[in-house]
């Protein structure tokens, strides 16, 4: 069903933020690093990028083809900046928009992200090109969040998707670009750590190749959601994942910073999907 949207379209040519791939393995850490090791040690490659707009084409992107779509998805929350009201109101809608679009018979999410550079401690949106896991994380993931039922589970399709909803619209600041699926391969990625305190993650960041194909859907309403392939297990010739940025938009160098919210969620597949 097409968006109940109506824009001129925006395509804009803007830096995006791709990572040189070097002897060293990409780490960032979150916190304090070591004596003597840099908080983060990759090589940023900038690019100038076109990044086309996807308005009025919603219908042709979807998981499976690009690795992104979107959906219209009302939301009954009042205040996302409230984690208690997102996790007993949004999960569960979440949960439902999933099922009910990918045919998941469970869904799991095991944790949000609110980004608002303009609140005190808030988070501003991602400048790299990358994406929230690989292929050993992904994986991993399941064994921390799921302990015994983990082995079984894993035996079946399994995926990672992130929901991503403007907390206020349009979005002129800040955008989510999506890239298409079909414009690269899995040897564009760079498996980089991310180390909190008491935990090291694995990521992927984005060796830039000039076939790489970017959209974004523009002027994005709080009542819209950016669904984002992370991880797939399906090897059947589906897109397995998107990688993605924000970017600075030329068309709106003035506008207020972007209020956004996105939910990681494991979603299992019927032994038969």
Known sequence: ???????QLKPVTTTLHYLKRGAEKPTRYVGEPPSGVPAWNGIDDPHEIRIEDARGRESEFTL????FELAKAPSR????YSSE???RVYYPEVEQLLRNRLGANRVVIFDHTVRNVARP??????RRVHNDHTVNSAPRRVRDHLGAEASELLKHRFGIINVWRPIRGPVLDSPLALCDARSFTDDDLIASDLVYPHVRGETSVVEYKPGHRWYYFSEMQSDEVALIRVHDSANDG???LSFHTSFDNPLT?????RE?????CLVFFPPDA
């Open 77 to 80: 929350v009042a205040d996302f």
């Open 1 to 7: 069903m097409p968006l109940d949207v109506s824009v």
């Open 121 to 126: 401690g808030g988070r501003e949106p991602s």
């Open 85 to 87: 009201e997102v996790q």
């Open 260 to 264: 956004s919210i996105e939910v990681r």
């Open 253 to 257: 160098p003035a506008a207020p910073p």
């Open 64 to 67: 499976d083809r690009n690795g």
């Open 238 to 240: 589906r897109a397995r």
